[in-house]
């Protein structure tokens, strides 16, 4: 018989044995000065990603009154170098974006470019998951949200559990360069703030497709050059900040981890 | 309690570890478990003036790590997907504790929060129930539960191990 005390030793012994990290000493204070309080959130997180010629970048502000929003929008700018979105994308237009797992021969068929496989993936990678995602697009020129081509996400799972994503999508003629960074969007904090996290984003090209890695996101800057050598992608290059102008396009995608 | 920058950096790193490993115990995946533990080292930080026990601090310190853990495993799983078989089976040590470890994460994530709870910092259900808002009744039958499939897992190591010995023995 199993006693609560072998239990107990048990998953001592087993928890002592995991490796932590260094502690992240900078990364703590940071989180504690910036008084983001994680909340349970059961929505699926969205990111912000370039669809072709975009300026890539995309979050949702609080739902709080416009003179609150201009003073959350002015901090953003100053800490950002960029502006977000001054509305929320509609009920419509965001269960629009909501992504679909397919085949590979469904994803060819559901989009208007020459969707080109990923290969020189990391020796661990598992996978591919294939989503379609309709992306949302707000204009600056008219503050409205409307629903853009569908990019395709791969979602490969690795040996010790994480996960990374490549996104495709459809290399317009009409293009500004894509932007250096992409935030995600992880809902607001207790104060109502929104917490935005920001990634590094690495772009190629390949015919009329456009591919997009995220650093940090189960996969490192130096196995995302492995992949765009692999497929002989033609790097693109990205800019920060973003120029704003009136023409200006944001453009968000939806992100539903796969089952 | 009182606390200065140079003690909190060293009750910082002292606390680190056990908060990852909490963390891994119950998300099973290393991002996210560093993300949760960041998250809950912040708030011990943020928080500690507010202590007034500094004995009741290791309880305290478990508490927020599961609560950091179980909403970040709620929010990136939003119907508690942790356990797919693509996320079991890390372990530094596969040779050891691996039923163990597979059958923990085969449990759901209050289950699995609770059990950390209870045999790694100590708690009793009302303790849990007090910390991660459960029903106290929850916390006894879902201990229960979690209990006979550890139970189970742990016989089938101690098994394993004994034929090991044996098996050296015999050499």
Not at chain 1, 69 to 93: F, M, Y
Not at chain 2, 1 to 7: G, L, N, V, W, Y
Not at chain 2, 65 to 83: E, F, K, M, Q, Y
Request: net charge positive; charged share 20%; aromatic share 6%.
């Amino acid at each position: 018989m199993i006693t609560d005390a072998q239990i107990r030793d048990g998953i001592t012994s087993m928890l002592q044995r995991f490796e932590a990290p260094a502690v992240p000493l900078d990364d703590i204070y940071r989180r504690m000065s910036a008084s983001r309080i994680t909340q349970p959130d059961r929505r699926p997180f969205v990111i912000g990603a370039a669809a072709a010629g975009a300026l890539a970048v995309a979050i949702a502000l609080p739902v709080a009154s416009p003179g609150v929003v201009q003073t959350l929008e002015a901090k953003i700018a100053a800490i950002l170098h960029w502006s977000p979105p001054t509305e929320r994308p509609s009920a419509s237009v965001y269960q629009a974006m909501k992504p679909q797992t397919v085949s590979l021969s469904e994803a060819r068929a559901r989009v208007h470019f020459t969707l080109v496989v990923p290969g020189g993936l990391p020796a661990d990678a598992i996978g591919p998951t294939i989503q379609v995602a309709p992306t949302g697009v707000f204009s600056r020129a008219t503050h409205t949200w409307s629903i853009g081509p569908s990019v395709v996400m791969f979602t490969y799972k690795r040996a010790d559990g994480r996960t990374f994503a490549l996104s495709a999508a459809w290399a317009s003629s009409q293009t500004s360069p894509p932007s250096k960074y992409t935030f995600e969007d992880r809902g607001v904090d207790k104060a109502g703030n929104p917490i935005l996290v920001k990634h590094e984003r690495f772009v190629w090209r390949n015919g009329d497709q456009v591919m997009t890695a995220i650093a940090g996101h189960g996969i490192t800057p130096a196995e995302i050059a492995a992949i765009q050598s692999a497929m002989h992608g033609m790097p693109m290059p990205t800019v920060w900040p973003p120029r704003h102008g009136a023409d200006e396009t944001i453009t968000m995608i939806r992100v539903m981890p796969p089952r | 309690m009182k606390i200065d920058r140079e003690e909190l950096d060293r009750l910082l790193i002292q606390t680190w570890p056990d908060a990852y490993r909490i963390a891994f115990g119950i998300l099973h995946d290393r991002g996210l478990a560093e993300d949760a533990a960041q998250e809950a080292c912040a708030l011990v930080a943020r928080k500690i003036a507010a202590l007034k026990d500094a004995s009741a601090f290791r309880a305290w310190l478990y508490r927020i790590v599961v609560n950091c853990a179980i909403s970040l495993g709620r929010r990136r799983h939003p119907t508690d997907a942790l356990d797919a078989a693509g996320e079991r089976g890390i372990t530094t040590d596969p040779a050891e504790r691996l039923d163990l470890y597979n059958a923990l994460a085969a449990l759901p994530l209050r289950q699995r929060a609770a059990v950390l709870l209870h045999y790694y910092a100590g708690l009793n259900s009302a303790e849990i129930a007090d910390a991660c808002g459960f029903p106290p009744g929850s916390v006894r039958f879902q201990l229960m539960l979690a209990r006979r499939a550890l139970r189970k897992a742990l016989a089938t190591e101690i098994r394993a191990e004994s034929y090991a010995k044996e098996a050296t023995h015999d050499h």
